[in-house]
């Protein structure tokens, strides 16, 4: 390990295990209170999205031309539209919040298992961790499966939840982190 990064994790080790402790907290609670997480992640994206239109419909009236005022217009309005949906109305749109995570998640799945059959033992470019990113692969396109196929019900719990977990493991890690301080 590079010593101006051994340096620096002794420095920060107090700042990591706080840091630690405090996501841990955090996911532990998204994780028993799984749809006050998910809707407070959806209020998020939606202040965001809101902000996003408010600076894009600013720049839209300072904008010298017509073609580019009236593009960047549209896309303010339409964020704006975006962040009132999801910000003023706490349970719609979790739904297609969780589709739009169920899709990602059967995609990750399809790539991870495609990078690990290429690197599968006998393969001309064999590659340790072959088989983990099969694993990998094969959990990402089982839950984007279950949560697509327990919708709506999904919807509910599963932001919150995989949020929680995150959170949870993150967490742990800068913990563990922060121990490696003294080892160094």
Known sequence: MPSDLQRAIK???KTFQWMGVALI???????VFPLFASIAIKVLLGWLFLVSGAVLLWYAFQARSWTPAVLTGLIGVLYLAGGVYLSFFPTTGLVGLTV???IVFVAQGIFELAMSWQHRPGHGNAGPGWAWAGLS???SLVLGVLLLA???GTALWALGLFLGINLLTSGISFVAL???AGRL
């Open 150 to 152: 327990g919708l709506p």
């Open 100 to 102: 739009l995570m169920a």
């Open 137 to 139: 692969g094969v959990v």
């Open 25 to 31: 907290v955090i996911g532990l609670l998204a994780i």
């Open 178 to 180: 922060a121990r490696t």
């Open 11 to 13: 420095q920060n080790a």
